[in-house]
């Protein structure tokens, strides 16, 4: 696993030394898509695409939505994909106290618990944005924390079309590659259009698609 040091004292030295993963592997041929603010109206035909093409995606959930869509949410965790956690009302997590912080994320890894009975290991940060509060309570939960490489910008509003969409995906692959995609947060119409020409388009450049854990199972291999 990368991990950086920090140079020099800033005002969150921690953020450059705590091991947020950005990237898989870059020697094997494996990539991870990944989709943020569900579960929604449209995790069902997500699901339904993964399963068709027999591949396997990371879904970080938001846990105020959880109540809504628990079904689908147990649906993706039987289908062997990953459900993670993405807070429970998808705040901007550095404007808040620790306290605040902790509770976001604790809440849904119990929602998460509760709907599933899979408690979550992995947390990625609304926004991307975290800071040393952040780093501290996902390390209490014994969340890792990680990003992406690269990003559909599928919450544009308009959405961008599903050939955009799947564009800057597959412009993006490479080894190793995290992607980023959203599946709640808005009509998700042409993200879900998109996905089996990303996926095929992924699979015919020689890369297999993996949830994070298997991905980070074979990060030092
Ligand atoms: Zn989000």
Request: aromatic content about 8%; cysteine-free; glycine content about 8%.
């Amino acid at each position: 696993m990368e991990s950086k040091t920090n140079p020099v004292s800033t005002p969150a030295p921690i953020l450059a030394i705590a091991p947020v993963i950005t990237h898989g592997n870059p020697e094997l041929p494996e990539v991870a898509l990944t989709f943020d603010d569900g579960p929604s109206q449209f995790t069902i035909q997500v699901l339904a695409i993964l399963q068709q093409f027999g591949v396997k995606a990371t879904f970080f959930s938001i846990g105020q939505n959880i109540a809504t869509y628990p079904a689908y949410l147990l649906q993706g965790i039987e289908g062997e994909n990953a459900v993670e956690n993405h807070t429970f009302t998808h705040p901007h997590l550095i404007t808040l106290s620790y306290s605040a912080i902790y509770q976001e994320l604790s809440e849904t890894q119990n929602a998460i618990f509760h709907a599933t009975g899979t408690r979550p290991t992995l947390f990625r940060p609304p926004y991307g944005e975290y800071n040393a509060n952040v780093l501290a309570t996902a390390g209490q939960l014994g969340l890792t924390i990680l990003t992406w490489s690269a990003s559909a910008e599928d919450w544009e509003n308009p959405q961008p079309s599903a050939s955009v969409i799947a564009s800057r995906i597959l412009s993006a692959a490479e080894n190793g590659a995290i992607f980023l995609l959203h599946e709640g947060g808005g009509n998700r119409a042409n993200t879900v259009a998109a996905l089996p020409v990303i996926i095929t388009g992924l699979q015919s450049r020689g890369l297999r698609l993996v949830t994070i854990p298997q991905m980070l199972a074979n990060l030092d291999k």
